[in-house]
């Protein structure tokens, strides 16, 4: 069998045919492969075309819209007992929490400049920097708790 008429059988293209006969395939399982994945294809397809509740009994809809609403019913006493928090209060305290840290660090040059410039001590420079970022990290940590 010449690699056009195996394509042809297979339904694929000679270039396909002939990579996988250099693969070392056999004309036979090309050709198993190639109803293999036609197969598969014409399965997804049927999948894809059959529309939600299509072919389904009343009992199953049914069952499907109480488990759709038992799972509404979760999410709203979720919310209320504050287990769940929409994402919009998230965000909205995530960037309270960067603009609050944004400020606490940049006080802190400003607040040592002026014992910095009288001091040419390294260890109480590190000393003096290291205070206030602990002071800076405390103060963020204690907005966390609230």
């Known amino acids: 069998m010449t690699v056009s008429e195996l394509a042809r059988k297979a339904g694929i293209n000679q270039a396909t045919a002939s990579k996988k006969?250099?693969?070392?395939?056999?004309?036979?399982?090309?050709?198993?492969?190639?109803?293999?994945?036609?197969?598969?294809?014409?399965?997804?397809?049927t999948k894809t075309e059959?529309?939600?509740g299509d072919g389904e009994s009343y009992s199953e809809a049914q069952r499907r819209k109480e488990i759709a609403l038992a799972d509404l019913r979760e999410l709203e006493l979720?919310?209320?007992?504050?287990?769940?928090?929409?994402?919009?209060?998230?965000?909205?305290?995530?960037?309270?929490?960067?603009?609050?840290?944004?400020?606490?660090?940049?006080?802190?040059?400003?607040?040592?400049q002026d014992q910095l410039a009288l001091t040419s001590d390294p260890a109480e420079i590190n000393s003096l920097i290291s205070g206030?970022?602990?002071?800076?990290?405390?103060?963020?940590?204690?907005?966390?708790?609230?």
């Open 21 to 45: 006969l250099n693969a070392g395939k056999t004309p036979a399982q090309i050709l198993e492969e190639a109803e293999s994945w036609k197969a598969k294809q014409a399965n997804r397809k």
């Open 50 to 52: 059959v529309a939600p």
């Open 78 to 112: 979720s919310l209320k007992s504050g287990d769940l928090v929409p994402i919009a209060e998230v965000n909205a305290w995530v960037a309270g929490m960067i603009v609050e840290a944004r400020n606490i660090l940049l006080r802190i040059a400003p607040d040592l």
């Open 132 to 146: 206030k970022v602990d002071t800076a990290l405390d103060a963020l940590s204690q907005k966390l708790v609230r």
